[in-house]
Structure formats: structure tokens, C-alpha cells
């Protein structure tokens, strides 16, 4: 069983839907890691949390640490969008290696 | 602006060969990671450094090493290159703090004939 889990592996909505991205992971963490891949490759972070929930610009995380369990949403979400997104864990608590999920593409058409 | 980058950007070798793909970065940081990313899998981690003279296996570290003689930077070399090492490199960077965002090179794009 994967450590970090995402859900769905693959998204294609219409421009403006609501999206949601999830994940669970099985090991203890302190901070978990949102990321963002370009279609041309580039990685970016996004988003670290430990609580509650973050927001910048559309984009919204939230997690539930009893639940080990992340999500990732984007509002009006518009063709630009349109990447991979993966989430990522400590493997040990405070460590800064981590484990990640397989990635979610998504796909936003206009 | 501070940065992390990677070099070369796509890289053919052949089967045997030692390969060295660069990656340097001017955030001061100390910690810097070395990933691979294929189809059906994460990125895994190849190997790691929390600082000069620090090096560390991470799971998928047969066939590469690396040496950290300086902050900047974190060369990986493929001792003897395989084609199951074909893969996209990426090499990435972080300050010291659970916190702390990581920084990613564009990646490198590694075929071995």
C-alpha cells in the first residue's frame, strides 16, 4: 500500500467547476506538501500545513491530521489550471525528506 | 533572484557510460534533494544532503552518488549508465525547518541507449 495516496489519478472538468483533489497518507507527519507540475515540467509548492487551512488566490487546502487526510481545491478553476498536482509527506515526523503521491492530472477545458 | 537550476536539460548517453547531471543553487539553502520521476510512480528520492560533506541514500539509490563539497551544489553521477535510468532527474532545494517550502530545478531529461 502506498504511504500517500491521491485521488482521482486523472480529472478533465469544465472551465469554471469547482475542483477537488484528495489525499491520505498513512504516515505521521508535521507538515504536509501540496505541489504544482506544469505540462512543461516545472515543479512548484504550493502549499505546506500542519492544521486547518491555507488559501492563496483560488486555491484552498485544508487537512484533517486525526483523519490523515488533505485536499486541494480550486475554484472557478480556469484552463491554466490544467496541470498535475501532487501532494507529499515526511517520511519520519520533522524530517525534510519526503514521500509522494502519484499525482492528479487535471485538465480544465474552456 | 535566487534560483536552483539544472544542467543539462536532456542528456543521451549510452549504456555503461558515467554520467554527471548538475544542479546548483544560489538560496543558501542546506538541505538539497535528488529525484526521479517515471510513469506510474512518484517522484522517489535518489539521494539526499542536509549540508557540506553530507550525503544520505534515499530508496532508490543504486547506481548513482553524489558529493556536496560546497552549499551550491549537488552533482549526481550514474557510476555506469542503464537503461532502466532513463528517467526525468529533478534536483531540489530547502531550507532547514519541517516548514519549509522546497524549490525545484526545471529537471533533466535523461535517455540511456
Known amino acids: 500500500k502506498n504511504e500517500v495516496e491521491q485521488s482521482p489519478q486523472n480529472l478533465t472538468a469544465q472551465e469554471g467547476e469547482f475542483i477537488t483533489i484528495n489525499c491520505s497518507y498513512s504516515v505521521g507527519i508535521s507538515a504536509l506538501h501540496w505541489l504544482q507540475q506544469h505540462p512543461g515540467g516545472g515543479i512548484v509548492s504550493l502549499f505546506m500545513?500542519?492544521?486547518g487551512k491555507k488559501k492563496h488566490g483560488r486555491l484552498i487546502a485544508t487537512i484533517n491530521i486525526q483523519e490523515k487526510h488533505s485536499s486541494l481545491h480550486i475554484t472557478a478553476s480556469h484552463p491554466r489550471d490544467s496541470a498535475v498536482y501532487i501532494c507529499a509527506v515526511p517520511l519520519i515526523q520533522g524530517a525534510q525528506k519526503l514521500v509522494f503521491g502519484q499525482g492528479t492530472r487535471l485538465t480544465i477545458n474552456p | 533572484d535566487a534560483e536552483i537550476t539544472q544542467s543539462p536539460r536532456h542528456k543521451i548517453t549510452e549504456t555503461g557510460r558515467q554520467v554527471t547531471l548538475a544542479c546548483h543553487q544560489t538560496?543558501?539553502?542546506?538541505?538539497m534533494f535528488w529525484y526521479r520521476q517515471d510513469l506510474g510512480h512518484g517522484l522517489r528520492l535518489i539521494h539526499y544532503?542536509?549540508?557540506?560533506?553530507?550525503?544520505n541514500k534515499g530508496e532508490v539509490s543504486d547506481g548513482y552518488s553524489v558529493s556536496r563539497s560546497n552549499t551550491e551544489d549537488l552533482p549526481l553521477t550514474l557510476e555506469s549508465a542503464a537503461s532502466s535510468q532513463t528517467s526525468v532527474y529533478f534536483c531540489?532545494?530547502?531550507?532547514?525547518?519541517?516548514?519549509?517550502?522546497?524549490?525545484f530545478g526545471n529537471g533533466t531529461r535523461l535517455t540511456v541507449t
Open positions: 500545513l500542519s492544521s
Open positions: 531540489a532545494s530547502s531550507d532547514d525547518g519541517w516548514n519549509s517550502p522546497l524549490h
Open positions: 538560496w543558501n539553502h542546506n538541505n
Open positions: 544532503s542536509y549540508g557540506v560533506q553530507d550525503t
